[in-house]
């Protein structure tokens, strides 16, 4: 038999992980398998009350080891002898603290159970009080630190949710040696790495997230020199890098007046950080044995699912690719020398090589999308999963339990196909996509949601009409953030389960946006990208680009726009920026 290389992309998402195994000479998608997590799925160490959700390390490791030995029991025996490389990538910020073996505390027996010593989610808001004393603490400075992530930090990323994690739980802060993002760790896991010091921590996260820069380290202050290896010269900005990115992170100085209980961790963290085109390593032995696979596999470098989605959705410079799930996150590329020493404000940051080596990234995003429907959905739901189990007359439970999930599951569905049946118009009901505060322009988790204009004609589809709408409302505020500080939008990629499963939300996003959107025809493109980002690690193709253009699927959908619809969204947008000043005049911190 002709030898073939396979790679796995490995997705985790807020729900479940997902593996995929591909043929990297065509793309072509062998096998995938997904695995929920148990602990998450039972809404264990969660309180969506106090914004506090919390990931088991278990559920991430169970989810790995078998979706991976599912793709290869599909493939056949002997898929396992051709597997080149695997990459990961994950939700964001996600940290952990970890010992200084760097084992998530989770995994200690007197930790198990304990949320603080476990994986913070990206959408755990708990550390609101902790992102706004590290704003007003930067405005101190003479040097603004968080100059490249738009100016604004949040209580979603690193610092803030470790801050808050050591003042709450002194336990925690007394075994705590350093702060590991999801996307870091599981690189680390499965080379075998001992010692945190160990960890090829990725520019993604660290740039994205926790402050990292290039023109914090050696370079001059605003600038982003081209990464290199230290063994080599920096080329073009055309030439991708295979070495660490030299950086650095504020000074401790900065965090230690912020608050003691920061005071050396930056010490802990490697001022090198890498793009995700190079090895952290190979499969360990253990792991090797775990999945049945060589331990010559090579193993990339992590990154933020957003970011391997945009790329395995074939990203283009100036091309906004929206990640569309529970939340998104919207990714766009830029050469360097064309954006350099300009600075977005309000995004969640701007790092050189987060997304495709030699160009810059730039991310921005909505803290709630699916979420706002499922929480329509789950408020719709209440009384079938209340009061229906305890009804006299009806059959066994399990039987119920079958029927209501199965109503529950089709709700979205309808409220879709009456929503769409609806026309825009001026008086309709108009609601706030921030349901989970506001990600960007300009990141304020304190925000809440809003619905207005109901009267005794507001149904269920109306309301989810106008959520729907805020959404892509939503969404347009980022656009044009983008075009106010001067850098074009040419095109929209519409990447997730939203954009593959609902042409309802997509039209209108066509339509409120003014834009055609094209929809990628993968059904996994971040566990695509992730694919492609481990061909690159392995050597099968140069760069990332040439990976992109030889696995991609291309597109198989565009929404464009109405213009007959564009223009009563033109007005009904100003009605939603009236009600979004208002609500954030009213909006009292806690």
């Known amino acids: 038999m002709q030898k073939q290389n396979f790679v796995l992309g490995v997705d985790y998402g807020t ?55 599912s793709c290869l029991a599909q493939a056949g025996p002997a898929a396992a002898r ?19 073996t760097g084992t998530p505390l989770g995994l200690l027996p007197e930790f198990s159970d304990n949320p603080n010593a476990l994986f913070v989610l990206w959408k755990d808001h708990t550390a609101v009080k902790e992102a706004a004393a590290i704003n007003a603490h ?31 739980d002194p336990a925690v802060r007394a075994a705590c040696y350093s702060w590991v993002e999801h996307c870091d760790w599981i690189p680390f896991l499965l080379t075998g790495g001992n010692h945190v010091s160990q960890m090829k921590r990725g520019v993604c996260a660290a740039g994205h ?8 380290g050696t370079g001059p202050a605003g600038s982003f020199p081209t990464p290199h290896s230290p063994a080599s010269t920096a080329g073009p900005i055309s030439t991708p890098h295979r070495g660490p990115a030299s950086g650095g992170y504020p000074p401790d100085e900065f965090f230690a007046t912020l608050d ?61 690719s929206k990640v569309m799930g529970t939340s998104t996150c919207d990714m766009l590329v830029a050469p360097l020398h064309e954006v350099e020493g300009r600075l977005i404000k309000g995004i969640c940051g701007q790092v050189p090589g987060s997304v495709i080596p030699g160009m810059m990234g730039m991310e921005a995003g909505q803290s709630a999308f699916g979420d706002a429907y499922a929480w329509f959905r789950n408020l719709l739901s209440w009384p079938l999963q209340q009061l229906l189990p305890s009804a006299p007359g009806i059959p066994e439970l399990s039987s119920v339990n079958t029927l209501t999930s199965g109503i529950i599951d089709r709700i979205i569905p309808e409220l879709s196909r009456q929503a769409a049946s609806l026309d825009p118009a001026p008086q309709s009901e108009l ?18 949601g809003a619905i207005t204009g109901l009267d005794l004609g507001s149904d269920a589809p109306r309301l ?122 009213t909006t009292k911190e806690k």
């Open 15 to 69: 729900d479940s992980v997902r593996s995929l195994l591909v043929n990297a000479a065509d793309g072509s998608e062998v096998a995938s398998a997904v695995f929920y997590y148990p602990r998450w799925k039972d809404g264990l160490y969660c309180k969506p009350s106090d914004n506090r959700f919390r990931q088991h390390p278990l559920d991430y490791i169970e989810g790995l080891e078998q979706t991976i030995r």
């Open 82 to 100: 051709n597997v080149a490389a695997i990459s990961i990538d994950t939700t964001g910020s996600t940290p952990v603290a970890v010992d200084e």
């Open 138 to 168: 930067a405005a101190t400075f003479p040097i603004n630190y968080l100059q490249f992530v738009g100016g604004i930090y949040s209580s979603e990323w690193f610092w803030a949710k470790l801050l808050h994690i050591l003042r709450i």
């Open 209 to 216: 997230k926790a402050l990292w820069a290039p023109a914090f």
């Open 260 to 320: 003691p209980l920061l005071k050396g961790f930056t010490t802990r963290l490697s001022t090198d950080t890498y793009t995700a085109d190079i090895p952290a390593g190979t499969l360990c032995p253990e792991w090797a044995s775990r999945l049945g696979l060589s331990t010559d596999v090579v193993i990339g470098v992590g990154a933020f699912d957003a970011h391997m989605g945009a790329v395995g959705g074939q990203i283009e410079p100036y091309h906004l």
């Open 431 to 448: 609601a706030l996509d921030w349901f989970n505060g506001r990600r960007t322009p300009d990141a304020n988790q304190w925000l809440k």
């Open 464 to 585: 989810f009409r106008a959520i729907v709408e805020a959404t892509c409302f939503g969404a347009r505020a980022i656009v044009d953030r983008f075009t106010e500080e001067g850098v074009p939008i040419r095109g929209l990629i519409g990447l997730g389960g939203v954009a593959k499963k609902s042409p309802f939300i997509m039209q209108m996003m066509a339509d409120v946006m003014d834009r055609p959107i094209r929809i990628h025809a993968s059904e996994q493109t971040c566990a695509l990208g992730a694919a492609m980002f481990a061909a690159t690690a392995a050597g099968l193709y140069p760069t990332v680009e040439v990976a992109m253009a030889a696995i991609g699927q291309g597109f198989d959908i565009t929404y464009t726009p109405d213009p007959g619809r564009t223009a009563i969204y033109a007005g009904r947008l100003r009605d939603y920026q009236a009600l979004g000043q208002f609500i954030q005049s």
